[in-house]
């Protein structure tokens, strides 16, 4: 039996996406089967389009997975059959250092990471495992379960990896993005002040409606100050979430009041970031990185999705077929919330 996929033709632009046929792919004993309902286009998957991550060519990206599990492997509870899920984007092994310890982003014994090590979610089908795949209930359907392993749940470990207290100041950078749009919401649900920075002045009533108490438009550093002092943070902002690095790293590394966090989560234009090292001793800063949510960090998102603490923002959704449109619509950075695609 065969599926429909869009597969990387080469590594370039928006129309190396091409369709495709593959196999069906058969669950090992410990997996699922999964018919794919809905899968994110995030700036992760543009990134490897264009070479520059570890995706050869011929690959099926996407790696943010909504459907319904269609069978098991033998080593499976049957009861797996039938449900709705998302998953978490990595399969870990689940008994290695790493997993025992619960921080099975940095697994590197499983199968791995979908679109990259594992065929992705550009397609009818996946495989997962019990191990990535959390149930979904009723009330929360394929696109918005697309959206929560990463959107929404790399915010939230980025937000817990900087600590983010209630009362403190957040900058959110790429905040119309779909990871930095769902990470205003989780930090003004944690009790923060949030400052949304964005590229498109187009995109402010919407940060606003998210939870941004300020919204600032390609800010310099001096604006970043004034907005800060206006907080009551006359020498810099708590937290910085970097969603964008380079294009934004340095400005925000300079809002950081002394003893500040930056979590670093994307990157979107690869490039060394102007680290100096001077400014961080002086004023005593951390520069952590996070990278994407572990299956108790999805099932918390569930449940702050399911009670309306969190609102997933689906940008817009395009049929599997028309990829290099979603591609293009992501490239030119027009687009608020994650686009998606479904079969």
């Given at each position: 039996?065969?599926?429909?996929v869009a597969e990387?033709a080469a590594?370039?632009g928006?129309e190396?996406l091409?369709r ?8 090992a004993?410990?997996?699922l089967?999964?018919r ?9 998957d543009?990134l ?7 995706a050869?060519?011929?690959?099926v990206l996407?790696?943010?997975?909504a459907?319904r599990v269609e069978?098991v492997g033998?080593d499976v509870d049957?009861?797996w059959?039938g449900?709705?899920?998302?998953l978490?984007?990595?399969i870990?092994?689940?008994w290695?250092?790493?997993c025992a310890?619960?921080?099975?982003a940095?697994?590197?014994q499983?199968?791995?990471?979908y679109g990259e090590?594992?065929?992705g979610?550009y397609?009818?089908?996946v495989?997962?495992s019990?191990?990535?795949?959390v149930?979904l ?5 394929d696109?918005a379960?697309?959206l ?5 749940g790399t915010?939230?470990?980025a937000?817990?990896?900087a ?8 900058v959110v950078t790429?905040?119309g ?7 205003v919401?989780l930090?003004r649900?944690?009790?923060?002040v949030?400052?949304?920075v ?5 995109k ?5 409606d998210a ?10 550093g001096r604006?970043l ?6 907080l ?10 970097e969603?964008?690095?380079a294009?934004?790293f340095?400005v925000v590394?300079r809002?950081l009041?002394p003893?500040?966090?930056l ?13 100096d090292?001077?400014?961080l ?10 990278a994407?949510a ?5 099932v918390e998102?569930?449940d702050?999705?399911?009670v309306g603490v969190v609102r997933?923002?689906a940008?817009q959704?395009?049929?599997l077929?028309?990829?290099?449109a979603a591609h293009?619509a992501?490239?030119?950075?027009t687009?608020v919330?994650?686009?998606?695609l479904?079969p």
């Amino acid at each position: 039996m065969t599926m429909r996929v869009a597969e990387l033709a080469a590594h370039g632009g928006p129309e190396v996406l091409v369709r495709g046929t593959r196999p069906v792919p058969e669950p090992a004993a410990d997996q699922l089967l999964v018919r794919v309902g809905a899968c994110g286009v995030c700036g992760h998957d543009a990134l490897a389009r264009r070479g520059l991550l570890a995706a050869p060519v011929g690959s099926v990206l996407g790696h943010e997975v909504a459907g319904r599990v269609e069978a098991v492997g033998a080593d499976v509870d049957g009861d797996w059959t039938g449900r709705r899920v998302a998953l978490v984007q990595r399969i870990p092994c689940g008994w290695c250092p790493e997993c025992a310890a619960g921080t099975t982003a940095r697994c590197r014994q499983g199968p791995g990471f979908y679109g990259e090590d594992l065929p992705g979610g550009y397609a009818e089908y996946v495989v997962a495992s019990p191990l990535n795949a959390v149930p979904l209930p009723d009330g929360v359907d394929d696109v918005a379960g697309a959206l929560l392993t990463c959107a929404v749940g790399t915010g939230l470990k980025a937000l817990r990896t900087a600590g983010v207290q209630a009362g403190d100041v957040v900058v959110v950078t790429g905040a119309g993005g779909g990871v930095g749009v769902h990470a205003v919401q989780l930090a003004r649900h944690l009790g923060a002040v949030v400052v949304a920075v964005t590229g498109d002045a187009s995109k402010v009533a919407a940060l606003q409606d998210a939870g941004a108490t300020e919204v600032a438009v390609r800010p310099d550093g001096r604006e970043l100050r004034r907005i800060a002092a206006g907080l009551d943070r006359p020498r810099g902002v708590d937290v910085v979430v970097e969603t964008t690095g380079a294009p934004t790293f340095a400005v925000v590394l300079r809002a950081l009041r002394p003893g500040g966090r930056l979590v670093l989560v994307g990157n979107t234009a690869p490039a060394d970031l102007p680290l100096d090292p001077g400014l961080l001793i002086v004023r005593e800063l951390a520069v952590l990185g996070s990278a994407h949510a572990t299956r108790a960090d999805l099932v918390e998102v569930v449940d702050l999705v399911t009670v309306g603490v969190v609102r997933p923002v689906a940008a817009q959704v395009w049929p599997l077929a028309h990829a290099a449109a979603a591609h293009a619509a992501l490239d030119g950075r027009t687009l608020v919330g994650r686009a998606v695609l479904v079969p």
